[in-house]
């Protein structure tokens, strides 16, 4: 079984350029959720794809948008990058039914610094 | 709006002794509450949830719905134990998972 994996491990950007994340989620799961934690802070909840489709969104701006692709990979774009987006960012992949609720396994992430 | 809140940022104990790491949230409904724990150098894992009601690794929690809290605790910590510590809450049916600040245990010899 494969586990929930991310590229690139690090990555700097400067102010006003685009970016792009991927997660590859581990073996057998259909959904993914991506949280961005800032330094000293618990990851928050940017969105989440099921089965290719956004499906939950927090209060991130629409600057942030993801892809899920037909194997249940999924990216996250973040355009006109700001100081504020420096962050590590986290992807869990979990198997989810229509109701929802499962165990998420997450990613080891995607540390983005904004210069 | 529901909301975690860990109250201790730093907490350091001795091995043997008990240990307990507080979470509150605020939420009016049926919330499903989590642990999760990050060890040095190793990713974000679940530790345990409130409807498993299991103990794992020697922690138990229990939900307090009238002191709204999920604490953690286990009777008698190890070295091994010492880790971030992250409470998180998940409305009923929801995907919005809500984390709290964390809490970094130390468990000194």
């Known amino acids: 079984e494969t586990g929930v994996t991310q590229s690139p491990t690090h990555l700097i950007k400067t102010r006003g350029q685009q970016v792009t994340l991927r997660c590859s989620s581990q073996?057998?799961?259909?959904?993914v959720s991506w949280y961005q934690q800032a330094l000293g802070q618990g990851p928050q909840f940017i969105f989440q794809?099921?089965?290719?489709?956004?499906?939950g969104r927090g209060n991130f701006p629409p600057r942030f948008s993801g892809l899920q692709f037909p194997n249940y990979s999924s990216e996250l774009n973040v355009n006109a990058l700001e100081l504020d987006d420096s962050a590590l960012y986290l992807c869990?992949?979990?198997?989810?039914?229509?109701?929802?609720?499962?165990?998420?396994?997450f990613g080891p992430g995607t540390r983005l610094l904004v210069l | 709006a529901q909301r975690v809140t860990q109250p201790e940022k730093l907490l350091s104990v001795f091995k043997g002794a008990p240990v307990e790491l507080k979470c509150n949230y605020s939420?009016?409904?049926?919330?499903?509450l989590f642990w999760y724990v990050q060890y040095s150098r190793q990713r974000l894992q679940l530790l345990l949830r409130?409807?498993s009601r299991e103990s794992i690794k020697g922690f138990t929690a229990d939900l307090n719905k009238g002191e709204t809290s999920f604490h953690l605790k286990k009777p008698f910590a190890q070295e091994e134990d010492s880790a971030m510590y992250y409470c998180?809450?998940?409305?009923?049916?929801?995907?919005?998972?809500?984390f709290g600040a964390g809490t970094r245990l130390t468990v000194k010899p």
């Open positions: 869990a992949s979990s198997l989810e039914s229509v109701g929802g609720g499962e165990t998420q396994y």
């Open positions: 073996s057998g799961h259909n959904t």
């Open positions: 794809y099921y089965r290719e489709e956004e499906n």
């Open positions: 939420y009016s409904g049926s919330p499903e």
């Open positions: 409130h409807i």
């Open positions: 998180a809450l998940r409305r009923n049916g929801n995907n919005d998972m809500r």
